[in-house]
C-alpha cells in the first residue's frame, strides 16, 4: 500500500539553527498537510498546500514557518530560527480526494535544545 | 469553529474484554469524523470515517464507531480487544467539504493487561 514517508524521524537541533523536515506525499495526490504534536498535546493542523500554494495555515503558522514542494515528489516544511517550544513531532499528511481521507506519515520528532 | 473532546486521556482493559472510546465533537454542520490509530514509532492509521449514510461504520481491525448526531458523539467499539491494539487512539473531525483541514481530540492511550 502507498505510504506518505517522512525523513528524518528523529531531528536534534540547537536553538536559533534552521531545519528543514523532509516528507514524500503519495504519488498523483494534490493536497498536503503539516501538523504537529507537542508532547502530551493535541495533533494541532499547522498548513495546507495545494497547487503549489498554501491554501490554509494556522495561527501557529508564523513567518518561522514556510512549506516548498521543490519537485514533483518532495514537501519541505522549513522552521528558519527554531525555538525551544517548537520542539515536537510533526506529521506529514496528503490527500486521496476519491475516498476523503487524509493518510500520514509516521512523523519526525524535532527536539530543540 | 469545530473541536473535538476525547475525555479519557488514558484506559486500561483486559485482553479479550469489550472496549469503548468516548469522542464528542463541536461542529455546526455535518461533520466528516474519522478516528486513528497511532502505534509506536507509526503514523497515524485510519481505523473508520463517517460521511452520512448508516450511522453505525465498521472499520479495519475489528472496530466500529456509532456517530450520534443528538449527542454529538462519535464513540469507537471493539467487542474484544487484543494485546496489539495497545496503542494511541484519535478521534477527528473535519469539515464536510473534502479537501480541510483535520482537528483532532486528545488522543486515548489504550493499554491491555494480559
Known amino acids: 500500500e502507498p505510504e506518505v514517508t517522512q525523513t528524518p524521524s528523529h531531528q536534534v537541533t540547537q536553538m536559533g539553527q534552521e531545519v528543514i523536515l523532509r516528507c514524500v506525499p503519495i504519488s498523483n495526490h494534490l493536497y498536503f498537510y503539516w501538523y504537529r504534536q507537542i508532547l502530551g498535546q493535541k495533533v494541532e493542523f499547522l498548513v495546507s498546500f495545494y497547487n503549489n500554494e498554501i491554501s490554509e495555515k494556522s495561527e501557529i503558522f508564523d513567518d518561522q514557518f514556510s512549506v516548498e514542494r521543490p519537485d514533483g515528489s518532495n514537501f519541505t516544511l522549513k522552521i528558519r530560527s527554531t525555538k525551544l517550544e517548537d520542539s515536537a513531532m510533526y506529521f506529514c499528511?496528503?490527500?486521496?480526494?476519491?475516498?476523503?481521507?487524509?493518510?500520514f506519515g509516521a512523523g519526525t520528532r524535532l527536539s530543540v535544545l | 469553529a469545530q473541536s473535538v473532546t476525547q475525555p479519557d486521556i488514558h484506559i486500561t482493559v483486559s485482553e479479550g474484554a469489550s472496549l469503548e472510546l468516548r469522542c464528542n465533537y463541536s461542529y455546526g454542520a455535518t461533520p466528516y469524523l474519522f478516528w486513528y490509530v497511532q502505534s509506536p514509532g507509526q503514523g497515524l492509521q485510519l481505523l473508520l470515517k463517517?460521511?452520512?449514510?448508516?450511522?453505525l461504520v465498521q472499520g479495519i481491525k475489528g472496530f466500529e464507531a456509532e456517530f450520534k448526531r443528538s449527542q454529538s458523539s462519535f464513540n469507537l467499539r471493539k467487542p474484544s480487544v487484543h494485546w496489539s491494539d495497545a496503542a494511541e487512539y484519535f478521534c477527528a473531525v473535519g469539515a464536510n467539504q473534502g479537501a480541510q483541514k483535520l482537528v483532532f481530540g486528545q488522543g486515548t492511550r489504550l493499554t491491555i493487561n494480559p
Open positions: 499528511a496528503s490527500f486521496e480526494r476519491s475516498k476523503n481521507i487524509q493518510y
Open positions: 463517517y460521511f452520512s449514510g448508516d450511522t
